[in-house]
């Protein structure tokens, strides 16, 4: 997969899941743009598939990125619902660029939420 195209499909996805409601001050988010411009960033996105080296996992253990809304609560991105047949094209492509890259697959999984978030100002 090139990273151009894994990039497409994580966005896709990501749009998918707007509008997204806090659901501690009722706040919604009318788009992916709206979420980003008002939220903030909490930590660095979470593979729990590559935590468990598990790049053909029969059922997703789930890839979340957190943002924190302004009143405080932390709202969740996630591959929730992304056909399992993409998580894995996406998880080999981020062992893959790690080892071609002789980074961390944090470093990769970080450079993804900053390409897709770039995507999703535009």
């Known amino acids: 997969m090139i990273e151009a195209e894994m990039m497409r499909i ?19 988010f009318s788009s992916y743009r709206d979420y980003l411009l008002h939220t903030e960033r909490v930590g660095v996105p979470i ?3 590559l935590e468990l080296d598990d790049l053909n996992p029969d059922h997703s253990s789930g890839n979340i990125a957190l943002a924190n809304c ?8 996630s591959s929730s ?3 399992l047949t993409q998580i894995w094209r996406i998880l080999a492509w981020v062992k ?10 944090e470093v990769i999984v970080c450079h ?11």
């Open 10 to 28: 994580i966005l896709e996805h990501v749009y998918k899941q707007f509008p997204k409601k806090c659901n501690n001050c009722q706040r919604v």
């Open 47 to 49: 593979s729990y598939d």
């Open 81 to 83: 619902g992304m056909p």
């Open 112 to 122: 993804i939420r900053d390409t897709v978030e770039n995507m999703g100002r535009a």
């Open 96 to 105: 893959l660029e790690s080892s071609r890259r002789g980074v961390s697959k």
């Open 70 to 77: 302004s009143c405080g609560n932390t709202i969740a991105i």
